[in-house]
């Protein structure tokens, strides 16, 4: 398991404050927000990153910040950081600067010239088709911003980029910020040394997004509970009929293969015992729940039953260590958001147990029923939490200066 060696790294409580009065810090964070008409709709992703600037700020530093927005081609008036920038200062309740570009002499300017404890925004560093590439010329330029860099945005940890990875062979020093280093402890202590029973509930519409996930936690995991989409191509694979619910006919050999092997690794693996069915993909289909036995040939299940939940709440009981990744059905339909949402309160209600959920959509249902507080993390990273989850290092991570 590469996972203990993934922390041996440095982070921001490593450098003596005294180091960073005055030091240009450029600190890699995720503000890729959702923006509607320059309106930010969620800034939870901003607020996540103020620990780390807040304590840049009482300790004198000049504050670079540099982050992505969406997936321009280009120069794109529409994906500026510079609403991000305005609702930043709101919750620093001081000035931050907007630079309308993140390289060359200009910016440089600018940046030479904060005052200590100022903080400036640069412009969306995805404008550069370099940055993606993780073009080592581009990644000089944005060194070239830096005294000291720091990274925290677990969000693009698994992506190789200039700003995420490449960067870090040109400055002197390059560790992990307080988020990121909150993301890996959390997720290295259920994954590296769990307090056991350990579950993993898993969902989503596809079991080829998640085969790694589900492949590597088969070795570590007690119980695995597998809800959504997916969990009708392994009830085909267990031979019954799922009428026209989503199956990926070409993965049946690989479903059968992962319910053997938790078999054979002593692993209670758990599919749905109910469906909630739809006569069409709609938010108006008609419902009918049935057993998982009994799906009828024109209707498609788009979420679990009551009788799952309870099966579900059962494997949960004597839990100590709780993954979620991945809604239990269509939860954007309201007729079908049952599932997720049951799921959702049996997780947050587990007071002695450490709650792990990551992933857009297991998240979005922990807020909609406002039981953020309870959970004990919640990952601010999709793809970054699947590659942790399958056993994969992350460059964000694997670029930074190791401990001595």
Not at 24 to 33: A, E, L, P
Not at 55 to 77: N, T
Not at 134 to 148: C, Q
Not at 265 to 273: A, I, T
């Amino acid at each position: 398991m590469p996972f203990r060696k993934m922390f041996n790294k440095m982070t921001l409580r490593d450098i003596p404050p005294a180091e960073l009065e005055g030091k240009k810090v450029f600190v890699r964070v995720d503000f890729n927000v959702p923006i509607e008409n320059g309106v930010i709709q969620n800034d939870k992703r901003i607020r996540a990153a103020l620990p780390t600037i807040n304590y840049l700020i009482d300790h004198k530093a000049k504050v670079i910040l540099c982050s992505h927005l969406d997936r321009p081609k280009g120069w794109d008036p529409k994906l500026t950081l510079k609403p991000v920038a305005d609702r930043l200062s709101r919750l620093l309740e001081k000035e931050v600067k907007f630079i309308s570009d993140c390289i060359g002499e200009e910016v440089e300017w600018e940046v030479n010239n904060l005052e200590c404890g100022e903080v400036a925004l640069l412009e969306n560093v995805r404008f550069y088709k370099e940055e993606t590439k993780n073009d080592p010329e581009f990644a000089r330029k944005l060194a070239r911003l830096a005294d000291i860099y720091v990274n925290d945005a677990f969000g693009t940890a698994h992506r190789k980029h200039a700003s995420t990875y490449g960067i870090a062979q040109y400055v002197k020093v390059a560790v992990a910020g307080f988020l990121l280093e909150k993301e890996i402890k959390h997720l290295q202590k259920a994954l590296d040394n769990p307090e056991r029973p350990l579950v993993l509930i898993i969902g989503g519409s596809k079991v080829s997004g998640k085969l790694e996930v589900i492949e590597n936690l088969l070795k570590i995991v007690d119980k695995m509970l597998v809800g959504g989409g997916m969990a009708y191509t392994f009830l085909k694979a267990a031979g019954y009929n799922v009428g026209k619910s989503l199956v990926e006919e070409e993965l049946l050999d690989t479903a059968r293969e992962i319910m053997e092997k938790a078999n054979k690794n002593g692993v209670k693996f758990y599919l749905p015992v109910d469906s909630n069915n739809a006569d069409e993909f709609s938010p108006t289909a008609h419902a009918k729940l049935t057993t998982y036995k009994e799906i009828p040939d024109d209707m498609m299940g788009l979420d679990i039953g009551p009788a799952t939940v309870e099966l579900f709440k059962e494997a949960l009981s004597d839990a100590k260590t709780i993954l979620w990744n991945g809604p239990m059905g269509v939860f954007e339909f309201e007729k079908f958001s049952y599932g997720t949402m049951e799921v959702g309160k049996i997780v947050a209600s587990h007071n002695e147990a450490l709650r792990i959920v990551g992933g857009g959509d297991s998240v979005a249902a922990i807020e909609m029923l406002g039981l953020e507080h309870q959970i004990d993390h919640v990952s601010t990273g999709g793809g970054a939490f699947l590659e942790f989850l399958a056993g994969k290092q992350l460059p964000g991570v694997m670029a930074l200066t190791d401990k001595e």
